[in-house]
């Protein structure tokens, strides 16, 4: 409040994020509305979606599911070493 004078912050153009982005979510999240998700890949220009593949993947699965690290930390490690790479 005490930067921007108001509750909330300005909205930030999206468009200007250049680097990848990779959105992971599941199914079952009862955190994370879907339809939102769509709307920021949307908004993101360089951005990747990912379905966890498990109809009962939750929003504390990321960090505590059984398979996190088969369906999502191995796949960011994944993601990660190959940008490594490009750099």
Do not use: C, T
Request: aromatic share 14%.
């Amino acid at each position: 409040m005490k930067k921007y004078g108001k509750i909330h912050p300005p909205d930030y153009n999206l468009s200007n994020v250049k680097l990848p982005v990779y959105l992971y979510y599941g199914a079952n999240d009862k955190f994370v509305d879907v339809q939102n998700l769509y709307q920021l890949h949307e908004a993101l220009p360089n951005a990747q979606k990912f379905l966890v593949p498990s109809n009962d993947f939750a929003h504390l699965d990321f960090v505590w599911g059984k398979h996190a690290d088969i369906w999502v930390y191995n796949k960011i490690l994944s993601l990660m070493e190959r940008h490594r790479k490009e750099i």
